[in-house]
Structure formats: structure tokens, C-alpha cells
């Protein structure tokens, strides 16, 4: 099982079988545990076995010793919380910046729409050429942001059209998930654990399998009014639990970036970092957008 985010599952972050860094890692400041405690010390095919993948880079630092938590030596060769803040910012505000654009620059339309859709799949695309990299690539990373800024400038401009208000409503309610989130991980209330993962996970293909199925039912007419995706009671719930899927990634994103800054990955995965932080946080808006619009009871 790899990671939510196909950005690590590529790399240091996770294991080829697994998450390396569960159950081994310091949890929000916790210890780590010798050698072995490093998830960057197995599964890397560029690093030495039992040593931290990471230690040929002049900048990163040793292995802990003895069970002592790791040290973060003062370096600008190794991803720092600032490195993550700052390219998380970039890249969320590539989004932003392509949004407001397009909301400003495309009247509400079929024609808009289908550029809509082209912008949602050239965005996949450069996220799967990304993914399959062995290193962050920042220009793919700043075009997928630039894209998928313009597909939710527009659908959110639609849905402000049709129920007015509720884009600024949805984005209030993917700050709040994502703070709640972030606050019950540090309060390690969630112990982001392999078995943790792998139930999330499974649980994940599963809603994403199911969804496909209901779009090609949706598409050739046998599930009239979206099916499991209407806008009704049915898709409420649906989205409800997508969004909670959409905390389970960022817990899993969190857990991630923490082992790296905790074992000295290069700065430059602070890029693959703020990349999987956006993916997550655009499902989030999208579902929460889809939701607001359900509750606001006006078709």
C-alpha cells in the first residue's frame, strides 16, 4: 500500500510494501528508536541498508543513537517546516491566483465549463508525470496548481451563480477541516500507525472504485439524477464522508512531512511536500463546495 499522495510513494517517504515511518517514527516530538527507527533506513533503492538514505548529502544529518530523538542540525541543505511552509504557500497561491483569473476572465458558460474539464485533466496529467519523477520538478508542480486553479475558478463561479456565497463558505469549511485536523494530530489524538493506513487506504480505493462505477451509470443513464452524487439526503452523505477521507490524507500528509523534517530529507522534497498538501486540500474544497451546495436547499 503506498501513499495517498502518489508524490511519496516514489520516494524516501514510504516504502515500496508499506509506511516506513509508522509505528518507528517520533509522533508530534515524540522519540525515535535507534537505526531501525528511521523510515528513510529501508526500502530506498539509493540508500544503504541500515543507514539514513539521506547521510550522502552533506546537509542531512546522522542516524539517532541509543533511542535519542532525532537532531535537526541548522542547514540549508535539508527540508526544514519553513521549506514546507513556504512552497506550500507558492503552490497554493499558484491555485488561488488561477481561480481568481478565471472567475474574472470566464463568463458562466458550456464553453466554460468544457474548459473546465480540459484545465481538470492537463492538471492530472502533469500530477501523474510528477508523481512518476524521482525529483520534484517545481515548473510541473506551479503548472498543475496554474490548472487546477482555473477548473475551480470556474466550477466555483457556477456554484456561486447557482447558490450564491457558497464558494467563500466552502473554502471557510476546508480551513476548518484542515486546522481541526492538524490540531488533533499534534494532540496526537490520531496515531497515524501502518494499520491505520492500510484500513484508511483500503478504504479510500474502495470510495474512489465506487464513484467510478457511479459515474459510468450516471453517464449511460441507469443512475438518473448523479446516482450516489446527487443533490440530495444520499450525496450529503456521500460527501460527508469524503471530506473525512480528506482528513485521513492530511494526517497522512502530516505524518509524512514530519518524518521527513525529522530525518533529513533534501530541501528540495519540500516541494513533493506542498504538492501532496494541495492535492488533498482541492478535494477537500471541491466536496465541501458540493456540500454547501446540498444544504443550501436551492436547486
Known amino acids: 500500500m503506498r501513499s495517498s499522495n502518489p508524490v511519496f510513494s516514489?520516494?524516501?517517504f514510504s516504502r515500496d510494501n508499506g509506511?516506513?515511518?509508522?509505528?518507528?517514527?517520533?509522533?508530534?516530538?515524540?522519540?525515535?528508536?535507534?537505526?531501525?527507527?528511521?523510515?528513510?533506513?529501508?526500502?530506498?533503492?539509493?540508500?544503504?541498508?541500515?543507514?539514513?538514505?539521506?547521510?550522502?548529502?552533506?546537509?542531512?544529518?546522522?542516524?539517532?543513537?541509543h533511542g535519542a530523538p532525532p537532531q535537526a542540525p541548522v542547514s540549508t541543505g535539508r527540508m526544514t517546516m519553513d521549506d514546507v511552509v513556504v512552497r506550500s504557500a507558492m503552490t497554493l497561491g499558484t491555485v488561488v491566483v488561477g481561480a481568481i483569473l478565471a472567475w474574472a476572465l470566464l463568463p458562466v458558460s458550456p464553453a466554460s465549463w468544457g474548459?473546465?474539464?480540459?484545465?481538470?485533466?492537463?492538471?492530472?496529467?502533469?500530477?501523474?508525470?510528477?508523481?512518476?519523477?524521482r525529483k520534484a520538478v517545481p515548473a510541473l508542480i506551479?503548472?498543475?496548481?496554474?490548472?487546477?486553479?482555473?477548473?475551480?475558478?470556474?466550477?466555483?463561479?457556477?456554484?456561486?451563480?447557482?447558490?450564491?456565497?457558497?464558494?467563500?463558505?466552502?473554502?471557510?469549511?476546508?480551513?476548518?477541516?484542515?486546522?481541526?485536523t492538524l490540531l488533533v494530530y499534534k494532540a496526537g489524538w490520531i496515531r497515524v500507525t501502518a494499520r491505520y493506513a492500510r484500513i484508511g487506504m483500503t478504504i479510500a480505493i474502495a470510495f474512489v472504485l465506487v464513484m467510478a462505477v457511479?459515474?459510468?451509470?450516471?453517464?449511460?443513464?441507469v443512475a438518473p439524477d448523479g446516482g450516489l452524487?446527487?443533490?440530495?439526503?444520499?450525496?450529503?452523505?456521500?460527501?460527508?464522508?469524503?471530506?473525512?477521507?480528506?482528513a485521513f490524507f492530511l494526517t497522512?500528509?502530516?505524518?509524512?512531512?514530519?518524518?521527513?523534517?525529522?530525518?533529513?530529507?533534501p530541501r528540495e522534497e519540500a516541494w513533493l511536500a506542498?504538492?501532496?498538501?494541495?492535492?488533498?486540500?482541492?478535494?477537500?474544497?471541491?466536496?465541501?463546495?458540493?456540500?454547501?451546495?446540498?444544504?443550501?436547499?436551492?436547486?
Open 142 to 180: 506551479l503548472s498543475y496548481a496554474a490548472f487546477e486553479g482555473v477548473f475551480l475558478g470556474v466550477i466555483s463561479e457556477m456554484f456561486n451563480s447557482a447558490w450564491s456565497g457558497a464558494p467563500f463558505q466552502a473554502v471557510l469549511g476546508t480551513m476548518a477541516v484542515s486546522g481541526a
Open 10 to 12: 516514489r520516494r524516501g
Open 115 to 133: 474548459l473546465a474539464i480540459g484545465a481538470a485533466l492537463i492538471a492530472m496529467v502533469l500530477a501523474l508525470v510528477q508523481s512518476f519523477k
Open 19 to 65: 509506511y516506513a515511518g509508522f509505528n518507528t517514527a517520533p509522533q508530534a516530538g515524540g522519540a525515535a528508536v535507534g537505526t531501525q527507527g528511521n523510515p528513510y533506513a529501508q526500502g530506498n533503492p539509493y540508500a544503504q541498508q541500515g543507514a539514513n538514505p539521506y547521510a550522502a548529502n552533506p546537509y542531512a544529518q546522522q542516524a539517532p543513537q
Open 214 to 221: 457511479n459515474l459510468l451509470l450516471v453517464v449511460f443513464g
Open 274 to 299: 506542498a504538492f501532496g498538501l494541495t492535492m488533498t486540500l482541492v478535494w477537500i474544497y471541491v466536496e465541501m463546495l458540493r456540500l454547501v451546495a446540498i444544504f443550501s436547499g436551492d436547486d
Open 229 to 246: 452524487r446527487s443533490m440530495g439526503p444520499l450525496g450529503a452523505i456521500v460527501g460527508i464522508f469524503a471530506i473525512l477521507l480528506g
Open 252 to 265: 497522512l500528509d502530516f505524518k509524512q512531512i514530519e518524518d521527513g523534517i525529522s530525518y533529513g530529507a
